[in-house]
């Protein structure tokens, strides 16, 4: 399943009622890396970072912290917006960010084979991801079947993810996707990519970074959303 590809089409009638897509068709022209990174980048420009997103990494649940501590903030007069500006709808503003030095850049990643089994809990097992019923068809094709948790179902789901990623490597399926091509460290510069592994400690020492670990409170750190039961 291609998510990522160039849809100019639907990008020019639907940018007329929806913000996102007028920034997708603002952006058509540019590579398919480049689209890519802006559609998965966090910014707040204030506190000088972004976020770059990278599916079945605790991405989710890092975007909403990062959203419950800017509001945090706000309240508490220490920013003047609390707006993380996600994806294509803040085109004007992510674009140039791709290339500013003076940003901090953080992303997760995870060790391959539990990003797999979390993307096939989430997807096939539990059902609680939105992406389930888009690969509806694929997934019949390859066998693999709903709720069925088995060795042998994921050895299927494995097929179906390699004939997923074989069909468009750069714009299939980002929880399919490798992470390198999620997070494009050949075109964007990091300062720092943490790891699930070290979680806390490694997204601690980000919220040092970029000033926001003092509107922490309790329990925030455990919250795990699109939670699998590898997770």
């Not at 559609?39 to 976020?51: A, M, P, S, Y």
């Not at 901090?104 to 060790?111: A, I, L, M, Q």
Request: proline share 3%; hydrophobic share 40%.
């Amino acid at each position: 399943m291609i998510v990522d590809g160039r849809r100019p089409i639907l990008w020019s009638v639907a940018r007329y009622g929806s913000a996102y897509y007028d920034g997708l068709w603002h952006i058509r022209n540019e590579s398919d890396q480049i689209r890519v990174a802006v559609r998965l980048t966090h910014l707040h420009r204030e506190l000088g970072f972004v976020f770059q997103h990278n599916a079945k990494a605790a991405s989710t649940t890092i975007q909403r912290l990062l959203r419950r501590l800017l509001e945090r903030a706000h309240a508490a007069g220490k920013i003047g917006s609390p707006i993380l500006m996600s994806g294509p709808k803040y085109w004007n503003d992510i674009l140039p960010s791709l290339e500013d030095g003076e940003l901090f850049r953080f992303g997760f990643v995870r060790e391959p084979v539990k990003r797999a089994v979390s993307t096939f809990n989430n997807f096939f097992v539990e059902e609680h991801n939105e992406y389930t019923r888009r690969h509806w068809l694929g997934r019949r094709q390859a066998g693999v079947k709903l709720g069925d948790a088995s060795s042998e179902n994921f050895d299927r789901f494995l097929d179906l993810s390699e004939s997923i990623v074989r069909r468009s490597p750069d714009l299939c399926d980002l929880h399919v996707r490798t992470q390198k091509r999620n997070l494009l460290p050949d075109v964007l510069r990091f300062d720092l990519i943490g790891r699930m592994e070290s979680y806390d400690s490694d997204l601690g020492a980000i919220l040092e970074r970029i000033g926001l670990s003092e509107f922490l409170q309790e329990g925030d750190l455990e919250i795990r959303e699109n939670r699998s039961m590898s997770a």
